[in-house]
């Protein structure tokens, strides 16, 4: 069977029926047309919640970010935001009786003293009074709470307990307590309790209320048990017990931490209004944050727009989530277009709100303006924490600015920043991205004297680097030791696995981790499509490319800059230069967005191809556009300067990337060797072979390759 056939699987898990809607059910309240007011009234009848479907095709119309604000703006109170009855005052003793009250200061009191085989008696003397009360179960309520306040999270469950295992003549707790405890109990990080305690309260013949649901679902979506949040949603309704507002903001908040498809967000928002059920500006502020993930920016400023043609003004959370949407599409200029207009709205930009920014231009390759407003939060109060730090590290690590973000770290430590898990994860991708296998290890040891623990990232970027250096033992080995420390696969770790593998030309091995993705119940997301695409265009497969990007233009996953950089590289690969060059021409003439990815890998692909004109051709529209550089552009114009024999040009990309602080990866010495070797100066060959060995950088060829290179 040819790696065509191989690959001919189901890239998405089978379309779900769709859901039957009434003709004159309102529209999608997340579909694409714009000044459409009053989309988001709910529908004519309840039905119960659709299983998650398509959405249909974005064509949003992107608004200036100033306009579009409604004339009556509406301050509606953010439900799901907080269980706290308090409002966060200190706990009042009010509507516990004085014997109640008494009891509870004996519990507190005594908590310390008692050992857990003399829990059930000790408690059984203490609580006992109350069954003489007239309404026990308000007494119950008040002491559970009382206790979950004080933090005596055992003491809490174990009254809890005995008042359930307790038979007396009325009823000793409400459904109110049920929420109450499973509220205590996942604040405590008891979240397998809590789920024990349904499972026994349900045995118990109790009726579960969507609160103490709710509550549950909140617990385990806090403790990043984001699965079992979504099946006890699904377990909730078949049991006949419909979501409320609170709920659907708590769901919608764990689909965005699940990176689930916008289809399926979309879904849910649509059962939400078909039940009858408004979002409110806590929705619109998750919705928005859901579209983090995808890099979904066009469906972010539409549910910007909308929220403000319902009515709802943005604060602080809108502005800080639209910013981090267009950080993470790589979109500085409207990032800080909506800065401005946070600002003309008295609304005081955080450590937050620059964090985002940052990230915005670190990511678009716009580093120097990073570091300006890293001087502007300085300038204004603001000190910048170990995310800003990070963030900065990140962009010049991407850039191949080496020593710039050893200069962040170091300033981390002179201003007394504490570096955390994912300041060592960039320099452990730092490292090993250019092969210094030891110092990446170093810093993984370092981890530990810092107090930290490597987190599912950490192994993730392990995966990567051994991965792209077609290390196949070492992607193996350490996937081994990531399950062994405890580490559950997820979909980013899927990922990882399908572009280690088709790295070390384990395309067979990749396609299997895909299927196994598939039968663990791990929806694919954009990424997976991502990975998948980049394993096609290593083998050059662009009729497998092709189709699947056609998957992804039908609704389910919009493409982004990285699918159409595979295409490019597939294309490449394959030897298909005419439609290479047709998909160049639609990213020019703005078809296609003309990303600065794209125009970078229009440099990359080209120069590999041998294509001299077309790769001059990107690379001076990069420049005309004032789009920062980075290494691996760099390198590919030295590649193809000294294959051509260019010797002067090849210079001027040298000196340009000395003069720009760009550290020389083994790439740049590579290409170098080879084009002395290839004009027979061996001399200078032998010198910067000798320069790569003192710097300890190691090299892909070998003193005897580097001067038959010349001779071939």
């Known amino acids: 069977m040819g790696m065509v056939e191989k690959v001919a699987l189901p890239l998405l898990l089978p379309n779900p029926p769709p859901p039957s809607q009434s003709p004159s059910s309102s529209p999608s309240p997340l579909s694409s047309k714009p000044n459409s007011v009053g989309v988001m009234t709910p529908g004519p009848s309840p039905t119960p919640a659709p299983t998650p479907t398509a959405a249909p095709p974005m064509t949003t119309l992107i608004h200036d970010l100033n306009t579009g604000s409604s004339s009556r703006p509406r301050h509606r109170v953010a439900l799901g935001k907080s269980f706290d009855p308090n409002r966060g005052k200190p706990w009042s003793p009010h509507g516990l009786s004085s014997s109640g009250q008494q009891i509870l200061r004996t519990l507190i009191r005594s908590d310390s003293n008692t050992n857990s085989n003399s829990v059930s008696t000790h408690l059984d003397n203490i609580l006992r009074p109350l069954l003489d009360q007239p309404n026990p179960a308000s007494d119950i309520l008040g002491i559970i709470k009382a206790l979950g306040f004080n933090n005596k999270c055992e003491l809490a469950f174990a009254v809890f307990q005995w008042v359930r295992t307790t038979h007396h003549s009325v009823p000793l707790f409400t459904t109110s307590a049920i929420t109450v405890i499973f509220k205590i109990l ?6 397998s309790s809590a789920a024990s305690l349904l499972l026994a309260l349900q045995n118990d013949g109790v009726l579960i209320d969507v609160y103490a649901y709710t509550c549950l679902i909140n617990a385990y979506s806090s403790s990043g048990r984001y699965r079992d949040a979504v099946n006890l949603f699904n377990k909730m309704q078949q049991d006949g017990c419909n979501p409320t507002l609170i709920t659907y903001n708590v769901v919608l908040n764990v689909y965005g931490k699940m990176g689930m498809p916008w289809s399926n967000v979309t879904a849910l928002v649509d059962s939400m209004k078909s039940r009858g059920i408004a979002p409110d500006l806590y929705t619109y502020n998750t919705l928005i944050s859901c579209c983090r993930r995808g890099s979904l920016y066009e469906e972010a400023v539409h549910l910007f727009e909308q929220m403000k043609l319902e009515g709802f003004t943005p604060d602080k959370v809108t502005y800080n989530a639209l910013l981090d949407v267009f950080g ?22 955080t450590v937050v709100t620059y964090n985002s920014l940052i990230s915005a231009c670190a990511k678009g390759g716009l580093l120097e303006e990073a570091l300006q407003l890293k001087t502007q939060m300085l300038d204004k109060g603001i000190q910048p924490d170990v995310f800003t730090y990070t963030t900065l590290l990140s962009g010049f690590e991407k850039a191949g600015k080496d020593e710039l973000a050893i200069q962040v770290f170091e300033e981390m430590g002179s201003v007394g920043c504490k570096p955390n898990i994912c300041t060592f994860n960039a320099l452990i991708k730092m490292h090993g991205n250019r092969g210094k296998f030891a110092e990446m290890m170093k810093v993984f040891d370092e981890i530990k004297v810092y107090n930290c623990s490597p987190d599912i990232v950490t192994w993730n970027t392990l995966l990567a680097v051994f ?59 954009l990424s997976t499509y991502n990975a998948v695409l980049a394993a096609l265009a290593r083998g050059g497969l662009w009729e497998q490319s092709e189709k699947v990007l056609a998957e992804m233009k039908d609704g389910r996953c919009k493409p982004n800059e ?17 439609r290479m060059n047709a998909l160049a021409e639609d990213i020019y003439s703005g078809s296609i967005e003309t990303h600065p990815v794209l125009l970078k890998t ?13 790769t001059e051709r990107a690379f001076l529209e990069l420049r005309r556009r004032g789009i920062s550089l ?18 002067a040009k090849a210079n001027e990309i040298l000196n340009f990337m000395h003069d720009r602080g760009f550290s020389p990866s ?8 080879y084009m002395y070797s290839r004009s027979e100066n061996f001399q200078k060959s032998e010198e910067i072979l000798r320069e790569v060995l003192e710097k300890g950088k190691g090299s892909s060829m070998s003193p005897h390759r580097c001067l038959q290179v010349g001779l071939v």
């Open 186 to 191: 996942g604040k405590a990080g008891r979240v």
């Open 328 to 349: 993470k599409s790589r979109r500085p200029k409207e990032a800080m277009q909506v800065l401005r207009e946070m600002e003309a709205n008295a609304f005081s930009p």
């Open 467 to 525: 991965g792209q250096n077609g290390m196949h033992s070492q992607v193996s080995g350490i996937f081994k030791e990531m399950k062994r420390a405890g580490f559950v696969p997820e979909r980013d770790t899927f990922n990882t696995l399908i572009s280690a593998y088709s790295r070390c030309g384990s395309f067979d091995q990749a396609m299997a981790v895909y299927k196994s993705m598939l039968e663990a119940g791990v929806v694919p997301d």
């Open 562 to 578: 990285m699918s159409y950089s595979s295409l490019l590289h597939a294309y490449a690969n394959g030897k298909e230069i005419d």
């Open 602 to 614: 229009l440099v990359l692909v080209n120069s590999k191809s041998d294509l001299l004109m077309d």
């Open 630 to 647: 980075d290494i691996t552009t760099l390198n590919a114009m030295l590649s193809i300067y000294g294959r051509k024999q260019m010797v």
């Open 666 to 673: 083994l790439t740049t010495y590579n290409s170098l060797m």
